[in-house]
């Protein structure tokens, strides 16, 4: 059974077909990039897939439930989390605050439990405050965990980024452009975790991608979008060599026609 | 925890002290009394504007209700003794009650727009009011509300701002107030990352009205008259005043501005030669002037003292 599935999904923003069309079917386990020239549809797709844009049309299941039209908290909730292009980081928040927001859902206790800080609040606190510096750990954010998320690096913020939405936990992790604004030595750490954290929390990642040796060096398949369609579809090798992408990236020329 | 206890035992007993020994005269008790209340008014504020970023106008609405309903009880029931608790508790589920069926629908607004709805609110339950008379002469209308018992005294005082303050603090470290703090930095964000934000607007609204109630039971009874006009829109606009001028999101803040309003305000009363007095309301503009000139974050901005800050166990994961 697919883990997502959608099935002919519309968006349009006045009379810009912003998605137009759009299929996808994602198996558990799965390392899916999706490419396209700017202004392609594919942040609309994220948009769309995790409820901040209600579909025109069409309709999105994803681990065999409909969640269609569902409001963004509950989709997260589901299993579904993400990464914003532009980094989206509580800006006034410190980087633990970040994370732990995130992590709500999964801290249980009652109103009551925080007012009185009961034994319960503690317990679970001090849990999920384990759980997290754990976790900050392998991505080497220990240190920024008190500090203010704004003042961290370009770089760091990122990786808090996707810590967030991994703390989410997710069953599938949607990445829009995580490699935006990094240098050649940056991006191959970041892919290098990226392949970790797939493996070690045996998620299903749908990536978004600029770079084509990026997203062609990491993902099984790859979806390529055009004007909101989906123009090509398949294995990285065959998608580089398809007519219509390479049309899309690098124009048709005069003398070829 | 205990250290905040601890704190406030001792200035409520040198206070106490004070009081009985006649070293504060019966007005200085008063202001005294009224700076604990404008404390847990503006802590309710704080709560929906400054830590959750809803900006309401009709924060006075929501204390005059309070102050209305409980007042109305322990007037029509002055005898019966259970009369205190009970019309407390009134006080403080009536607005809240209020506060949770019109946050509903009004909090789906972005701010300005809110702002607006929430001064027309504001503005409706002024003239209700005025024409309260109509529902019972009890309530007095625009002639004010005469004959309510004075029950607001240093104890009660005390142990409402100590709880507000014990309550507000344990509710911004926990999972409750990250998510109000989230759906104030960034509301998309917020609600992709698996905050209901809607849930929480209306909780931080419905909480915060809550407190203006109780602050508005405990003004009645000290005051022990209402009028329509103590509770109009002007009257939003001095708590919004106290709670940016002590820095949005910190409760150090609030409760230091709330002190120095109140001095401003009442306190300048007995130090001011009479014809200096109504200066007081230049003064305090200036003063507001100048500080969003220097210092547009607030007194504190969003720090904290020790006593408000997340407890010893968070600081004990030092990583």
């Not at chain 2, 009369?83 to 701010?111: D, E, K, Q």
């Not at chain 2, 109504?278 to 503009?285: G, H, K, N, S, T």
């Amino acid at each position: 059974m697919s883990l997502l599935r959608v099935r002919d999904l519309h968006k349009n923003f006045g009379g810009l077909k912003a998605v137009n069309s759009f299929f996808l079917n994602i198996s558990p386990g799965e390392f899916v990039g999706l490419i396209g020239p700017n202004g392609a549809g594919k942040t609309t797709v994220f948009n769309l897939l995790t409820g901040i844009y209600k579909p025109d049309r069409g309709e999105i299941i994803f681990e065999g439930e409909e969640i269609t039209g569902l409001s963004p908290h509950r989709i997260t909730q589901k299993g579904m989390s993400r990464t914003f292009q532009g980094i989206r980081l509580f800006k006034e928040m410190t980087v633990l605050d970040n994370i732990r927001t995130a992590y709500h859902p999964h801290i249980q206790y009652s109103l009551p439990d925080a007012l009185f800080r009961t034994k319960a609040f503690r317990r679970k606190e001090e849990e999920a405050m384990e759980y997290l510096i754990s976790l900050a750990k392998i991505f080497k954010l220990e240190k920024w965990l008190k500090a203010e998320a704004r003042s961290l690096p370009y770089g760091e913020q990122r990786k808090v980024e996707i810590v967030r939405a991994l703390v989410a936990r997710p069953k599938l992790l949607l990445l829009d452009e995580p490699s935006c604004g990094m240098n050649p030595r940056e991006v191959s750490e970041l892919m290098e975790l990226l392949t970790y954290v797939k493996e070690r929390y045996s998620l299903t990642v749908f990536l978004i991608e600029h770079r084509m040796p990026v997203v062609m060096g990491i993902s099984e398949r790859i979806v390529v979008m055009d004007f909101g369609e989906i123009i090509a579809e398949g294995r990285p090798e065959e998608v580089r060599e398809n007519p219509r992408v390479i049309e899309a990236y690098l124009g048709k020329s005069e003398w070829q026609s | 925890m205990k250290q905040l206890f601890g704190l406030l035992v001792i200035i409520y007993l040198v206070l106490r002290s004070l009081f009985t020994f006649g070293l504060i005269n019966p007005y200085g008790q008063q202001i005294v009394l009224y700076t604990g209340i404008i404390m847990i008014w503006a802590l309710g504020l704080n709560l929906i504007y400054g830590f959750s970023g809803q900006f309401s106008l009709g924060h006075a609405a929501f204390y005059g209700l309070g102050a209305y309903a409980g007042a109305l009880l322990t007037k029509l029931f002055p005898s019966f003794f259970a009369i205190v608790p009970l019309s407390l508790l009134v006080s403080l589920l009536i607005p809240s009650l209020v506060a949770f069926l019109i946050g509903i629908p009004v909090l789906r607004l972005r701010s300005d727009y809110l702002a607006i709805a929430t001064l027309g609110f504001g503005i409706v339950v002024k003239i209700l009011f005025d024409n309260a008379d109509a529902l019972t002469p009890k309530l007095g209308g625009s002639r004010g509300m005469l004959g309510i018992p004075k029950y607001t005294n240093l104890e009660i005082v005390f142990v409402f701002v100590g709880i507000t303050l014990i309550f507000i603090r344990n509710l911004i470290y926990s999972k409750y107030g990250r998510a109000l703090l989230a759906l104030k930095d960034d509301e998309i964000t917020a609600d992709v990352m698996g905050v209901s934000t809607m849930r929480y607007k209306v909780m931080a609204f419905t909480f915060g009205s809550g407190l203006a109630g109780l602050a508005g039971w405990l003004y009645a009874h000290l005051y022990t008259f209402l009028h329509p006009t103590n509770f109009e829109f002007l009257k939003s606009i001095d708590c919004l005043l106290i709670v940016v001028l002590g820095g949005m999101g910190s409760i150090t803040g609030t409760v230091i501005a709330s002190i120095v309003w109140v001095f401003l305000i009442e306190g300048l009363r007995s130090f001011l030669p009479s014809y200096l007095i109504e200066w007081r309301f230049i003064i305090y503009p200036l003063l507001l002037i100048m500080m969003m000139l220097r210092r547009p974050q607030g007194i504190f901005g969003k720090k904290e003292a020790r006593l408000f800050r997340e407890s010893s166990w968070y600081e004990s994961f030092k990583s």
